[in-house]
């Protein structure tokens, strides 16, 4: 999600970036004690030392830059956002959003791995060019990504939840155990996607603004045109997320 561009065309999609750049701060934090915010604090700082340990060459070998993550202390809660020029690619995120009520590894792992797909993951590329020096892939683009080849390889570095469909309804936990036929690894992709709705609705609440999670079960239709360059609804990023993890062939809804 690139912090520079207005990349949200409906009003709920308006909503999260006017929150995300401007009054995220304002979000409260699950409360923790001492100990377990320092426990969190060390468990996402590995994963960032992961990220780059595991990108880093990549990302050099095949654009010539460094990888950085940098941590906003003025927005805290920063949801994340990217910018490349000739010497790096950086991701930004809020240095106290990992501390955020539902934010999990999987989010936080889905987060960096969908801003890196910007970076690695190929065509359909974003029109918003004229800030950047070399093609983005577009939003769908680097949900894709992150979903079919990010995050398999570098959730295996993490450590995972006790029960991986604890936080799905009734619904989503037979469509997910259905699509996925038993694959640890689909289960945890689809998951990370779930984590991702989750936290929407959280942040929508705090705001008195309903959020629905989309659902396996009730995919989008194909698009009518050309929307590659749009963002998408919420659900055909879900059905972009699932066909990632499944190996399937990107969905017609965009």
Request: glycine content about 4%; proline content about 4%; hydrophobic content about 35%.
């Amino acid at each position: 999600m690139q912090k520079i561009h207005q990349k949200f065309t409906s009003i709920p999609h308006r909503f999260i970036t006017l929150v995300s750049a401007i009054i995220f701060s304002n979000l409260g934090f699950a409360e923790l004690s001492k100990t377990e915010t320092e426990t969190k604090n060390q468990i996402f700082e590995n994963l960032r030392h992961e990220f780059i340990q595991t990108y880093s060459e990549t990302v050099k070998a095949k654009h010539q830059i460094n990888l950085v993550i940098k941590l906003d202390d003025e927005v805290k809660n920063y949801f994340g956002g990217m910018s490349s020029d000739h010497e790096k690619m950086e991701i930004q995120m809020g240095s106290e959003f990992h501390l955020q009520e539902g934010v999990t590894i999987e989010l936080y792992a889905f987060i960096l791995c969908h801003e890196l797909g910007h970076l690695l993951g190929g065509a359909p590329f974003s029109d918003h060019t004229e800030t950047h020096i070399r093609r983005h892939s577009n939003e769908m683009q680097s949900d894709y990504w992150a979903a079919k080849v990010c995050l398999p390889h570098f959730l295996t570095k993490m450590p995972s939840k006790k029960n991986l469909l604890e936080n799905l309804d009734n619904i989503n936990i037979v469509s997910v155990s259905k699509e996925c036929q038993g694959q640890q690894m689909c289960i945890r992709v689809i998951d990370a996607g779930f984590d991702f709705f989750k936290y929407l609705k959280i942040m929508y609440k705090e705001y008195q603004v309903e959020f629905k999670i989309p659902k396996i079960e009730t995919p989008e239709a194909p698009a009518e045109k050309d929307t590659k360059s749009k963002y998408p609804s919420f659900q055909c990023r879900l059905d972009t997320i699932v066909s990632g993890a499944l190996g399937n062939e990107k969905p017609l809804c965009w």
